[in-house]
Nanobody, 124 residues
Framework: QVQLVESGGGLVQPGGSLRLACAAS????????MGWFRQVPGKEREFVAA???????FYVDSVKGRFTISRDNAKNTVYLQMNSLKPEDTAVYYC??????????????????WGQGTQVTVSS
């Protein structure tokens, strides 16, 4: 069965760093584009970052220069390195897999599989 399992969330102070990981199984990971989204109560799920099959990356403007998405196909894992964290980064973070490598990587509708999410809280 298909599984995407996020880990690495937690409580961190403003300016701190956190590294999220998403372990995939049950499908051919290297053939899928991968994305990270986040969601806060009362708001729609928001695109954060994506990585395509060739390692090309894409980010929402608010995280450019602070976050880095990467993948390790040998480990079937996608990562999100988050530096210089701000309180407004607080959210549940989800990873997702896109079978067709859609150019609409910013839309939840492009993704076929989703993880359960991991909480990130940035607070002093």
């Amino acid at each position: 069965q298909v599984q995407l399992v996020e880990s690495g969330g937690g409580l961190v102070q403003p300016g701190g760093s956190l590294r999220l990981a998403c372990a995939a199984s049950g499908f051919t990971f290297s053939s899928y584009a991968m994305g990270w989204f986040r969601q806060v109560p009362g708001k729609e799920r928001e695109f954060v970052a994506a990585i395509n099959l060739r390692g090309g990356t894409f980010y929402v403007d608010s995280v450019k220069g602070r976050f880095t998405i990467s993948r390790d196909n040998a480990k079937n894992t996608v990562y999100l390195q988050m530096n210089s964290l701000k309180p407004e980064d607080t959210a549940v973070y989800y990873c997702a897999a896109d079978q067709y490598g859609s150019t609409n990587y910013y839309s939840t509708r492009a993704y076929d599989y989703w993880g359960q999410g991991t909480q990130v809280t940035v607070s002093s």
